[in-house]
């Protein structure tokens, strides 16, 4: 499975952007689907999961303002971003399994797949 994401870019605090992650190779269907982020000088940090058995599963800080979402169809996965905050800058990635362990969705290393990422940048 090959993964781009994409629709990254500089908003304003409070805006809202949709980040998309296409996959190709591979159904989508199947997989169990991750984003995570990277802020300068940080470590990785999960941001949400759609696993394929239950509904979707959030970070505590994007829980309300973001969400996460697959259309089969278009084999790609969204992440809907609203009331974008300072602290949301960061590289974007997502990430595909499929079989990984609930238990393990916000393990980014957990994940089979994953593509380059894309970057937010939100200014105040």
């Known amino acids: 499975v090959q993964l781009q994401a994409s629709g990254g870019g500089l908003v304003q605090a409070g805006d809202s952007l949709r980040l998309s992650c296409l996959a190709s190779?591979?159904?989508?269907?199947?997989?169990?689907m991750g984003w995570f982020r990277q802020a300068p000088g940080k470590e990785r940090e999960f941001v949400a999961a759609?696993?394929?058995?239950?509904?979707?599963y959030y970070a505590d800080a994007v829980k309300g303002r973001f969400a996460i979402s697959r259309d089969n169809a278009k084999n790609t996965v969204y992440l809907q971003m609203s009331s974008l905050k300072l602290e949301d800058t960061a590289v974007y990635y997502c990430?595909?399994?499929?079989?990984?362990?609930?238990?393990?969705?916000?393990?980014?290393?957990?994940?089979?797949?994953y593509g380059q990422g894309t970057l937010v940048t939100v200014s105040s």
């Open positions: 190779g591979r159904t989508l269907t199947n997989y169990n």
């Open positions: 759609l696993w394929r058995r239950s509904g979707p």
């Open positions: 990430a595909a399994d499929p079989s990984i362990i609930y238990s393990s969705i916000t393990d980014f290393s957990r994940y089979r797949y």
